[in-house]
């Protein structure tokens, strides 16, 4: 290939995937009408000594109380028509109720909506990466994609090698499996009236809490209370920031929309950087001198308090910081989503989506923000700090991405139901998660729900209890917790098995229902079998035959393969094989190894001292994504249609060697 070639091949890279411009280009300032300023001294001229100044925190109140009433564009219910004009600032304001038959990315509320927006929306759905014929640069380049190294790697190589990418390694703000119901009341206690202990020990992020509170009946009566613990104080100022919003706000769609965006958007409208402010200046004023609250109040029925947030303290101040440059945070966020040397990664994402999820994943990627396709966000102005480093640096990968949270056939069902589309997955996603949000507002007004949030790693927390250290916050040392969430420190490069139970077994409730639930991502990379490409011949073969029987080959001409476009030809064979054998894990039976590497672990010794059992039959979470609860541990992943399967392995970034477990007593 010429270097003139080359050159072109670049410019109309940058063309499809980074330059589009679309309905919703954040170009503006913020809207001309809005009474707020980003650098109005209301947001930007205080210091950590400003917060405890009841003058402060009655102008931050009667700001927020102003600007609540003048929110130009409020939080969606139902999908809005798509004609917007960015440059005016206006929105068509009724439901989108007539979607575009060619890209199904937006809809319109009439034809005359579509035909004024046309000029706009051409650009999105005529845009090349919707092409059949669309294909990677590498395709492009003649080239071997930089993700495949030419030589064999172990699990162990592999991990060591995403260790040393800066673009591969971040903080994980949003999970990397999805939410789990740690009670699961139907399968388990069966009583609405009754009261539940739960500890999250490493919880990461919200969902698990949301989901499992969430998923009790509406009538429930008996007394949540939950221990909130992570060693990462990011971590633990964003939790206590979104159940403050959720808790605090009275207006639920409101507050459901902030608690939205503050999560997952990366910028946001200065609105509600001030709403957040103001909260966050009066939970800060209600600690003591030690740095602890107790007590906060969350609704009528509702509570939060913190051990003491000395640690976190500085994190609280750099989420409600004066905004700084927009150009600045939004340079910083391209620079990551967008750095040259993951081209090929990103574009191995795109491979195998579908046409129009490529157009919508692309969309997110450059905008970082959560709303249906097209909708209005020049008011998304200020920057979310909580996903930015003191020094304005992205926090997470290049990859990191909401979706991951959550059973992606629910989150789509919610969007339709609101009257998106599949292929507006990131819509989906939007109205899915005001749903949750929002029933989880009212059940912190409804339910009696007490959280103790803490600041320390696993083992730490497990003997501040032992030393009743804790009991001023409602954790004696007497407690017992009928759910354990551990999720994957278990992981021997964390904490390791042996040592969690340890230290959490003695605080398990003494019933048949109680169990210490967590998950192994990274065993496989301690284990020599543990993935089909590292057990051999018989076992690839094995698991080959498999993957064939159920339709998932890479063979065009195979017949099983005529109905299914699973995976795309992209030209180059040896790729095209490449990418399909990442799903080869789903397919291969690693409950063999999985048991060998729990008994190298001291998982056998350790049961007897504690006086545990690992469960065979799961109460709260499959041993395997996609198999059923009550399965057998060797059962595999199972698909019902071509969604399950391309949610899945697509959409989703699933290992296929991920393993849940239960312990419970013996």
């Known amino acids: 290939m010429t270097p003139e070639q080359k050159a072109k091949l670049d410019s109309d890279y940058q063309k499809d995937v980074l330059d589009c411009e679309n309905s919703s280009l954040r170009i503006l300032p913020p809207a001309p009408t809005s009474t707020m300023d980003t650098s109005d001294t209301t947001q930007a001229d205080f210091d950590a000594h400003d917060l405890h100044h009841d003058s402060f925190q009655d102008m931050f109140m009667k700001a927020v109380i102003t600007e609540d009433a003048k929110l130009r564009f409020q939080p969606l219910d139902v999908l809005p028509c798509a004609n917007v004009q960015v440059e005016k600032y206006t929105t068509c304001r009724n439901p989108g109720t007539l979607v575009c038959s060619s890209c199904r990315l937006v809809s319109y509320c009439s034809k005359e909506c579509q035909k004024h927006h046309w000029r706009l929306h051409k650009i999105d759905c005529k845009n090349r990466m919707r092409s059949d014929t669309w294909k990677p640069i590498w395709v492009l380049e003649r080239r071997k994609p930089s993700f495949i190294s030419g030589e064999s790697e172990t699990a162990e190589q592999e991990f060591a090698r995403r260790w040393r990418d800066k673009f591969s390694v971040g903080m994980a703000l949003w999970g990397n499996t999805p939410a789990m119901d740690v009670i699961n009341l139907s399968d388990n206690e069966r009583n609405n009236e009754r009261d539940f202990s739960l500890a999250f020990v490493a919880s990461g992020d919200l969902r698990h809490v949301i989901l499992t509170a969430n998923s009790l009946p509406s009538n429930y009566s008996g007394h949540l209370k939950i221990l909130l613990n992570d060693h990462t104080p990011n971590v633990v100022c964003r939790n206590v920031i979104l159940l403050l919003i959720l808790g605090t706000i009275p207006d639920e769609n409101l507050a459901a929309d902030i608690a939205l965006h503050f999560w997952y958007s990366a910028f946001m409208p200065i609105e509600y950087k001030l709403r957040i402010s103001a909260i966050v200046v009066k939970f800060l004023r209600s600690m003591n001198e030690n740095g602890d609250c107790m007590g906060f109040t969350l609704g009528p029925s509702s509570s939060l308090s913190c051990a003491s947030q000395d640690m976190a303290s500085p994190f609280f101040q750099h989420i409600i910081s004066p905004s700084g440059k927009m150009d600045d945070f939004q340079a910083e966020y391209d620079l990551v989503r967008g750095a040259p040397s993951r081209r090929d990664f990103r574009d191995r994402m795109y491979s195998q989506l579908r046409p129009s999820h490529r157009v919508a994943f692309q969309e997110y990627r450059r905008f970082g923000i959560i709303l249906p396709f097209g909708a209005m966000n020049a008011h998304f102005n200020v920057p979310n700090h909580s996903l930015f480093s003191f020094s304005g640096q ?22 339709k139901a609101h009257g998106a589309q599949s292929e507006d997955i990131y819509g989906c996603l939007y109205f899915f998660l005001s749903d949750q949000l929002r029933m989880f507002a009212r059940r912190l007004r409804e339910f009696k729900i007490s959280f103790t949030v803490s600041n320390l790693d696993a083992t730490s927390l497990s003997l501040d209890i032992q030393k009743d250290k804790l009991a001023t916050y409602g ?52 284990q020599e079998d543990g993935r089909a490409s590292d057990a051999g011949n018989q076992a690839i073969k094995k698991a080959m035959d498999r993957m064939i029987a159920d339709g998932r080959v890479p063979f065009p001409s195979h017949t099983s393969m005529k109905n299914n476009s699973v995976f795309r030809d992209l030209g180059d064979f040896e790729t095209t094989l490449f990418l399909a054998m990442g799903s080869l894990d789903i397919f291969y039976d690693n409950y063999p190894p999985f048991s060998a590497f729990l008994k190298n672990q001291g998982l056998v010794s350790i049961l007897r001292r504690e006086n545990l059992r690992l469960r065979e039959r799961h109460t709260i979470v499959p041993h395997r994504r996609q198999t059923p609860l009550d399965g057998a541990p060797d059962g595999l992943p199972r698909f019902t249609d071509a969604d399950s399967w391309y949610y899945y392995t697509q959409v989703s970034s699933n290992s296929g060697f991920e393993r849940y477990v239960e312990f419970s007593w013996a």
């Not at 992205?394 to 989150?411: G, H, I, R």
């Not at 019933?511 to 998950?519: D, E, K, L, M, P």
């Open 394 to 415: 992205w926090l997470q990968t290049d990859f990191a991405d909401p979706l991951e949270s959550w059973d992606l056939k629910e989150v789509v069902s919610a969007g």
């Open 475 to 526: 954790i004696p040392r007497s407690i017992r917790f009928d759910r354990i969430h551990v999720s994957n420190i278990l992981d021997a490069n964390y904490v390791g098995v042996t040592i969690v139970l340890k230290h959490w077994a003695p605080f398990l409730s003494k019933t048949n229902t109680a169990s210490i639930v967590g998950y192994f991502m990274n065993w496989v990379a301690l």
